[in-house]
């Protein structure tokens, strides 16, 4: 496998992963909103709390960790960006 | 004090920018304590704000065709992730997103989620790769990729019909704030509206829009937030609402269950004469739907919001101006966090707003007090002579109950200050704002729709040898046809009939969505395929809105895909035809192949030049 087949496979695995966890915030915890409802994080109900403000925030720091990584991943490879 | 050229000193002048900002909120203070009508301070408030962006869109001008199309390519990630947050924050979630919240409740929150969580996809699948490409336009990209004119042409079909639905409601927006601001009839407001809004985009294109949405970012975000701090600790919610209203989200769940939540039937409501548009409050603050209907309303929400997100080709085209791959990648992160520090004050915003109306001990409560007391009050007395208020005494004994009390969504927000007795320089401040949101939105929607006109059907197909002058020109009148087009049909007021904003992403995720992702994850993708991709997306799409949307054929929904999620319908007809008939033709050349190569890695040139 050629540097760049190693990349973009590499490449790859962190989108998945990063789309996996996207997932979870956007989708699969609101699959269970009635039954987190009864549960209180900060004073609020979760599954209020997750839609209100919870879930925005974790996409927030999901995209900042995923962006850091890919910058690790282009540079082990060698096709990191010259500093601009 | 300023050394080296405007990108170095963009922090110092974006600081100054804001402090001066702020002393002008100052002196408004104190001339409205001073004696100064807040008709004049309304005046002032918008008059000064939209003076300052077309100072900045008349210093931005160029005449350079990379900087029209791109800024330079030399937008720092932090200002490009606050010109991107303005450019998404559109009139609607300044002025409506908390009222929707208020009156939706948990199932409308799936907005909030579905307009951010969009962001991750964004940033992973799109925004790196189009940067690398070094595309002037969306469409720029579909049709080098592919190849040809007729996928060009398609693309371009597909952003004209999602970025107009979307501007003539922002366009409608500015009128509306600038009419009520300025003392004007709505028709004129429009037109006062346009001009705004083509005065800092007409002689800097992409160059100057980048550096008015950063100011007007700053507007808006400080014209939201204000209002929320002052009102939690006015009423002793606390400090930092977003962490501390856990008792008051409490407290309104036991107001509601005191005074009843009910929902008014379509005929007392037509027989009081409550005027269209507004509603009361029906439907439970932080209470989640049970079932799985309720479930599936919600995540099939999110996820058209996210994916059209993910396809709104005035949003992917803030990441062409980057300076490098990681940087789009990184402005991704900011623009979200810019954009949360808003959607996360909006359930804020309606959980105060609310409490402040509902909770009997706080000296703002009305509910359960005589109708006749409710009347005199200034606030109500104001806004019901504008239909924008209305009470209904259904069981005539003269007390207002929760369902009698019926208010229109925008209501929420440029109310509030007033509601809750802030002084009235907030609620000039809070027009700023909206206007603010507004103007920044129709700019990159009216940008986006010209540029890919000028560029992708003006230079590419219709004249490829034009000179650079006559480029210019002709993107520049286009922006004003396009402008003045959305502008004439918001002065119509037919805007309710051209449907939701929500419209806008459903057709975008129909036909460009999988186009998109495919062109550069998949390299077996053919022109084939795209152009049927998009076609088919867009007219199942379209087909099944036409047939579900009450004032069309109004058939009942299939699976709860209602008018607002007809993109999942459009966009797994464009995945499969897109994928059969890409199977069925013949793979990409030697030359695609290495193109969609080079675009996945970061480093090296960019796959088109600067100048293209």
């Not at chain 2, 100057?208 to 002052?230: M, R």
């Not at chain 2, 890409?582 to 675009?599: G, H, N, W």
Request: charged letters at 10%.
């Amino acid at each position: 496998m050629s540097n760049k087949e190693k990349h973009w496979q590499k490449t790859k695995g962190h989108m998945i992963m990063t789309l996996c966890l996207w997932a979870f915030f956007s989708m699969v915890i609101f699959l269970f909103g009635y039954e987190i409802n009864g549960m209180s994080f900060l004073g609020y109900p979760l599954a209020y709390y997750m839609t209100a403000q919870g879930s925005l925030l974790a996409f927030v720091i999901i995209i900042f960790w995923f962006a850091n990584k890919q910058e690790k991943i282009d540079e082990e490879f060698g096709f990191g960006e010259k500093e601009d | 004090m300023f050394k080296g050229g405007f990108i170095q000193n963009l922090p110092k002048i974006y600081g100054l920018y804001t402090g001066g900002f702020l002393v002008f909120i100052l002196m408004m203070a104190i001339a409205e304590q001073a004696g100064v009508t807040a008709k004049t301070i309304g005046i002032l408030f918008v008059a000064f704000t939209v003076a300052i962006y077309a100072l900045i869109g008349y210093l931005s001008r160029t005449i350079q065709v990379d900087a029209y199309y791109l800024a330079g390519r030399q937008v720092p990630t932090v200002f490009n992730g606050m010109a991107t947050a303005a450019d998404w924050m559109s009139g609607a979630s300044f002025v409506a997103l908390a009222g929707g919240v208020y009156f939706g409740g948990y199932s409308y929150m799936a907005f909030l989620v579905g307009w951010t969580g969009g962001y991750v996809l964004v940033s992973t699948l799109l925004a790196p790769y189009l940067r690398k490409f070094g595309c002037y336009t969306v469409p720029d990209f579909i049709g080098t990729r592919y190849g040809g004119n007729g996928v060009r042409f398609c693309a371009v079909l597909v952003l004209v019909l999602a970025s107009f639905t979307y501007v003539t409601a922002q366009i409608n927006a500015t009128g509306t704030i600038a009419a009520r601001a300025l003392g004007i009839p709505f028709e004129a407001g429009v037109w006062v509206g346009l001009v705004s809004i083509l005065l800092c985009s007409m002689l800097g294109g992409m160059r100057a829009v980048t550096w008015t949405q950063v100011a007007q970012y700053i507007v808006l975000i400080v014209a939201y937030l204000i209002p929320v701090f002052w009102i939690s600790n006015k009423i002793g919610a606390g400090v930092f609402p977003h962490l501390m209203l856990g008792d008051e989200v409490q407290r309104i769940t036991d107001l509601e269950s005191q005074f009843g939540l009910v929902k008014n039937s379509a005929a007392d409501v037509k027989a009081a004469g409550v005027p269209g548009g507004l509603k009361s409050i029906a439907v439970a603050h932080a209470g989640v739907g049970a079932g799985g209907m309720a479930v599936w309303k919600y995540i099939s929400l999110a996820i058209c919001m996210m994916v059209g997100t993910a396809s709104l080709p005035h949003i992917l085209m803030r990441y062409f101006t980057t300076p490098s791959v990681k940087s789009a990648r990184k402005s991704v992160a900011w623009s979200l966090f810019f954009i949360f520090l808003l959607y996360s004050s909006a359930p804020m915003l309606a959980t105060l707003s609310k409490i402040s109306l509902m909770d009997p001990n706080l000296p703002t409560g009305i509910i359960g007090k005589s109708i006749a007391d409710v009347q005199s009050i200034e606030w109500v007395k104001q806004w019901s002579s504008q239909k924008q208020v209305f009470i209904a005494d259904f069981n005539g004994d003269g007390i207002l109950q929760l369902n009698e009390w019926f208010m229109r969504t925008g209501v929420v927000v440029l109310a509030t200050p007033e509601v809750a007795g802030l002084p009235y320089v907030i609620s000039g401040l809070v027009a700023a704002g909206g206007m603010a949101a507004a103007m920044s939105t129709a700019d990159g929607l009216v940008l986006a729709i010209s540029n890919a006109l000028s560029h992708d059907v003006y230079y590419n197909m219709i004249d490829p040898k034009a000179d650079v002058r006559k480029r210019l020109i002709v993107a520049r009148v286009l922006l004003v046809v396009v402008g003045a087009a959305g502008a004439y049909i918001a002065s119509m007021r037919i805007t309710s009939i051209l449907g939701a904003v929500a419209w806008a992403f459903d057709f975008a995720m129909s036909g460009l969505f999988f186009p998109l992702v495919l062109g550069v994850w998949w390299k077996r993708a053919t022109r084939e395929g795209a152009i049927a991709g998009m076609l088919s997306g867009l007219a199942a799409g379209t087909a099944y809105l036409i047939y579900v949307y009450p004032k069309f054929m109004g058939n009942p929904a299939w699976l709860g895909i209602d008018h607002l999620r007809f993109g999942l319908i459009g966009a797994p007809v464009c995945l499969v035809v897109m994928v059969v008939v890409s199977l069925m033709t013949k793979a990409p050349d030697a030359a695609t192949q290495r193109m969609v190569d080079e675009v996945r890695v970061p480093s090296g040139k960019s796959i088109l030049g600067r100048a293209h």
